[in-house]
């Protein structure tokens, strides 16, 4: 691992201590146990959609990728968990040899997802597949929850692009995910550099409130800014009153006038208001950008305004109303020995309290109707059947502990698009209900 | 700045990334304008509390100082920033040499804000403070929205421990950050390893049920787990039946047992039953934690219950309904000129649409009654009344881009504690309200 690069964030840092405390503690008893060893598979899954959610999107399994693939304890990391006592020093010896060696399968990034659905599967010792839970989840559940958000987002602006803006509102780096995120579930553009930087999303941006206050009339602002990124920029209009601000803006750039954007104020109305001005001022062509606290609905609500692209911050980097997608990672399988032959037997936690989960490896198909639209999620522990042998939804990701399943973010963002298209029309409703196709166990 | 530590949450790297689009095409026009130097006051603050809240907590000001102190634009920021067309040549050469050389005032981390609060305020050139917005925003409005949801489950909670545990729930490195920000908040330890690591918080954690289920039996796993961990361990009793895994633990454990975790089901009936039943067997020292998808709400109606500690995971990495703050960063004021002795011009939006701002650098201290208890947050632009002089609330952090006001998280821990006895008792009350305390401009 090249640690020079890591200043920013180009190469996932190693992972290893992303890791919750009782990973390793669970480690260390196991090895001591002598069933360490045991060959298990994980699943992470989640047992119901966020409330009121038609369909999950699956995000992150890159960042997984990337994320397994630097788990590593190195020096820095073995003294600190010497010096606090978490474990024991059988313990630390072999987590300093740790590599992961087993196989992950899951649904390809940008799949739909529904309750149960088996999004990522980790099979291999015990001991290395325990430690990947906490990173796994952390990532899944993040990225997945923005994702989603982003989708329902891109359902409603239809044609017209979302530019992701909502790096302020959340954690720096997630942020840089979120950005991620929302580009594969249907967003153009964002205004996060790190998130260009890393992933190569096309970033954008004009100007601020502060720039028009910078200066000494809105008309010097004006100017100072198209001087400098020419007739084609953005002006932003809402900072004095939004019919000068107009009038100076094609004033100042002339009917070549990119856009304006707007950020306060009853945004249906203004832009009505806006392009009716605009075209009596010739400028026919200058686009309206809004971007005041919108969320899906908000972004519907404009369908018939003359909008022409929606910046989204807030709700987009909190998931619009369900910032984590409560997905877990749970030990479905296990051998009954340490014997790499041996047979796995199903297992699952059985107590009350609705945190029963179904044991067993499974295998995942999305059957569809005559005209190949999405008819039931089929989750099984058997066989599969030969009617759905072609409609399996878990691809190979990690071999033998080589990741085998890289791909360029618009392929997901393709996908995406390409699954949610295969879902029944009342996928993309707004409004509340259940999953849109069921979950059906065979 | 040490790049080869950065593999892990060690130092902050190079945060010049982390920045909106638009702040380095606002510095570009700038520059071409020549208003670049202008001097300029920047505030952060909230126009109102997340709903029904009645207070904010300062929290991310120690990272915001290591933000600042790395904000730094290397070759190969610079690089794609000149490949992506960002900005100009001439505004590529100003990066390269970038260090923010003004000054930082702000509210100490720990204590609690109000509407209009100005938790943070940077004075310096236009140019070198415009920068900074996204980066300071992103950090101030994730870690103070998990921090005001921890001091809320810290009061519910009394004297009983909190234990930080939704690494899982949230992305990697913002899960440090909530760990961190928990902390802040009164919570005693964390489950995430990256915390410890990064702040010394205190990482505490045994075993999750894919333990047990890894074993041939319950007693087959609670005996590894004995034998490895400890008689002092927690063991988890909820992976098949509660009363009957209780029983077991104490037989293997002894009535020694360190504890036992509950993470499903009616807390309240089972904790009160398991207290029976562990008194009963003699381990009337074992103590019991709780952990199933706990809020402040939850806690508090367990204060009746026998419980010894409270996990918490999804509500605290979520802020409990607030994952985000609505923290703004505003031109206050400005020079008239780039002369560095011309006078600053008071400035803010004027425009419709409930975005205004005050305009003119602030001062904020809060008014205490006779028992010296607060009374109001009192904002000015002018002189300081002579009565409010000692209760000033903003504190120097940078001082000609040096930062001179690092602290220990642990007095940060205590200042939050402090500030929040010294409101209005209502301040604690879970239900929903208003500001505990009102904010007056004078």
Redesign the interface.
Known sequence: ?N????????DV???A??????????L??????G?AD?R?V?EAFTRRLPEGRRYGVVAGTGRVLD?IENFRF?D??LD??RA?D?V?GPTLEWLASYRFSGDVWGYPEGEVYFPGSPVLRVEGS?AEC?LL???I???L??DSAIAAAASRMASAAGERPLIE?G???????????ASRAAYIGGFAST????A??RYGIP?????????T????SER?AF???V???GRGTTLLV?????AEAVRLAVEVAGPELGAVRI????LLLVAHRVRRQLDELGATGTRIVVT?DLDEYAIASLAAAPVDAYGVG?QL??GSGH??C?MV???VA?A?SADPKAPLVP?????????TSIGGRKWAARRVDGQGTAEAEVIGTGAVPADLADRQLLVELVKGGRVVAREPLDAVRDRHAAARAGLPLSATQLSRGEAVIPTEYV
Do not use: C, I, W
């Open positions: 691992m640690t020079a690069d890591l200043g920013l964030p180009v840092p190693s992972t201590l992303f890791t919750d405390h009782y990973e390793l503690t669970m260390q008893a196991a090895l001591k146990g069933t045991r298990s994980f994320a190195d820095d990391v600190f968990l606090n978490v024991d015990f325990v839970e906490t990173v989840l952390s990532v559940n993040h803006m790096a302020r509102r959340t954690h720096e780096l997630a942020a840089v995910a205004s996060d550099l790190a260009g930087f970033t954008v941006g004009t100007s601020a409130h502060a720039f206050l910078l200066h000494d010097d100017e100072a800014q001087v400098s990124l809402d900072t004095y009153d939004v950020d306060s104020g009853d005041s807030t980097v909190t910032p984590t409560s990672y749970k030990l296990r009954e297992v699952a936690k059985r107590s009350t309290g609705g945190k």
